[in-house]
């Protein structure tokens, strides 16, 4: 069978630039306005009475109307005003077309509603740059519309929102702050911060928490702030805030990013925990102190059954006595840690500082973690360096040895574990850090193969009983304080703690501390 080629016309597979209607009693007229727009790629329907015009442009508006003047039954004012009149059709554009070229009709023309006038005999293009230009003018108009209908919408909706947080504001039972991101000065804040903190309004406003001495290290409150425009919201973060009266509370907050009229700032979300902690520290230190008695009582009893002086035990029995023996070891070291966690936080342990040598230090953390090293097949190197610190040794060895412990605890037989030490200018750790800045700092590095510390584990890594994983506390005897335990000792040295680590491939943990000389 011959192919056979079917010539299409050029713009027959293309959309229609505009769909026109076309309302003229003289036919000649018609065929040579729907010739001429058809060719250049209109759509025309053309109609020779006013009122089926008007019902056709009902039925389906069009883009455009070119309407004459003269006509029987309904002249084009007339049908213009109709079309005028509907909601339906009102906003399409009207050419009128005559051969009436009085100032007068003209005006009438622009009267009813019709945007232009072409007077008779015309000119093809004349006619073609009229309709090209109000189809614009008209696209335009609706382009405009639909955007001031969006920004209409966007502003009802912004005004509901902000009326909601205006409401929520000032009734929320949790204090609530905005401040300024550049300087940490408030804007506003609510009736429980107020209730909260004993001021008035007026004594708020425009201050810092600084100068309204509300806590005993203001910085602490102001740093997080400005560190917003690169974290974009922190939450729980836990301060002593003072009243105006002097009376101290515990409180965590939450901050948020947020722009008012260009201006960033922070927004404030405070939530008092002072008798919860009070309760909770309580609780504990009870719990604790009940616990010790018992525990040693039994810890007495196990190594008397393990010395065999009261019969020896057969085989399933030593077994069963093992397993009583390490979970009572780790109950005490849990009773023990929760203690020391305690007494810190409520400054009932003073570090007892002097000066002492970083290098001693690293080796006697290394020789008292060596047989357990030795025991898990793991290679200890150590890089030390003598410096003179400023500091409390058995706390620094509390934290060194409790670092080693969970690298070695952590790593597999035949992977090593390192411990340095290097002379820090600390700026470019702590740019990234946020560290201090001063440049007399010695960077303590503990450096493991194991399997390493997920990302999002990585900020809460030192907080209490967060584990990596949670039978770590069964498989590798651990407490989930003991971290929490080296960054109160750290922080107690004006130093600072952090981590780094990529899953699978090991873990580094970093000490920054300051040196004898800088203090």
């Known amino acids: 069978m011959a192919k056979v080629d079917i010539a299409m016309p050029k713009d027959s597979l293309n959309f229609p630039k505009a769909d026109i209607l076309v309302i003229d009693d003289t036919p000649e007229n018609l065929n040579l ?31 455009l109307i070119l ?11 007339e049908v213009c005003q109709h079309l005028k009149a509907s909601d339906r059709t009102r906003e399409i554009p009207v050419i009128f077309i005559s051969a009436l070229g009085d100032v007068l009709d003209k005006v009438k023309a ?3 509603g019709g945007v232009d006038y072409i007077t008779k005999p015309f000119q093809l293009e004349e006619v073609l740059a009229r309709i090209e230009n109000h189809l614009t003018i008209w696209k335009l108009q609706r382009q405009l519309q639909a955007q001031n209908e969006r920004l209409q919408q966007e502003i009802s909706e912004r005004a509901k929102a902000e009326e909601k947080f205006a409401k929520v504001f000032r009734s929320s039972p949790n204090p609530i702050a905005i401040a300024t991101v550049s300087e940490a000065r408030f804007i506003d804040v609510n009736p429980s911060f107020l209730k909260m903190s004993g001021y008035c309004l007026e004594e708020v406003i425009g201050d810092t928490a600084r100068e309204l ?5 203001t910085v602490a409150i102001a740093q997080p702030i400005q560190l917003l425009p690169e974290t974009g919201s922190l939450y729980n973060l836990e301060f002593e805030f003072s009243t105006k009266s002097g009376e101290l509370k515990t409180i965590l907050v939450s ?21 919860r902690k009070r309760l909770e520290n309580e609780f504990i230190s009870l719990v604790s102190h009940e616990l010790r008695t018992p525990l ?7 190594d008397l059954l393990s010395s065999g002086q009261l019969g020896t035990l057969n085989e399933q029995g030593q077994k069963v006595l093992s397993i009583a023996t390490t979970n009572t070891e780790r109950l005490i070291r849990l009773v023990n840690d929760i203690l020391d966690l305690e007494r810190m936080k409520s400054g009932k342990i003073f570090t007892r500082k002097a000066k002492c040598n970083a290098a001693d230090l690293l080796i006697t953390a290394t020789e008292a973690m060596q047989a357990m090293a030795d025991k898990l097949q793991v290679r200890l190197i150590i890089n030390p360096v003598a410096v003179e610190l400023w500091a409390d040794p058995d706390r620094l060895l509390q934290t060194l040895t409790n670092l080693l412990s969970n690298a070695i605890k952590f790593s597999e037989p035949g992977d090593t574990v390192w411990i340095s030490a290097t002379l820090s200018e600390s700026r470019g750790v702590e740019s990234k850090e946020n560290q201090p800045s001063s440049s007399n700092f010695l960077l303590i590095t503990i450096q493991d193969e194991g399997r390493g510390i997920p990302e999002d584990k990585l900020q ?10 949670a039978s770590d506390s069964r498989n590798k005897g651990g407490t989930g304080l003991g971290l929490a335990i080296c960054r109160d000792i750290i922080q107690q040295h004006d130093g600072k703690i952090w981590v780094q680590s990529i899953l699978g491939k090991g873990s580094t943990f970093y000490l920054l501390l300051p040196l004898a000389d800088s203090q």
């Open 460 to 469: 809460i890594i030192f907080e209490r009983f967060q584990q990596v994983d």
């Open 255 to 275: 901050l948020e990013l947020i722009d008012l009229g260009g201006v960033p700032c922070a927004l404030l979300i405070a939530n008092d925990i002072t008798e």
């Open 67 to 77: 309407l004459d003047v003269n006509m029987p039954e309904m002249n084009g004012y």
């Open 33 to 63: 306005l729907s010739a001429m727009l058809t060719e250049q790629g209109y759509k025309v329907r053309s109609v020779t009475k006013g009122s089926t015009g008007l019902r056709g442009a009902n039925a389906v508006p069009p883009d």
């Open 213 to 217: 001495n509300l806590g005993k290290n």
């Open 110 to 112: 622009f009267t009813v």
């Open 296 to 302: 040693t009582s039994t810890m007495g009893a196990l």
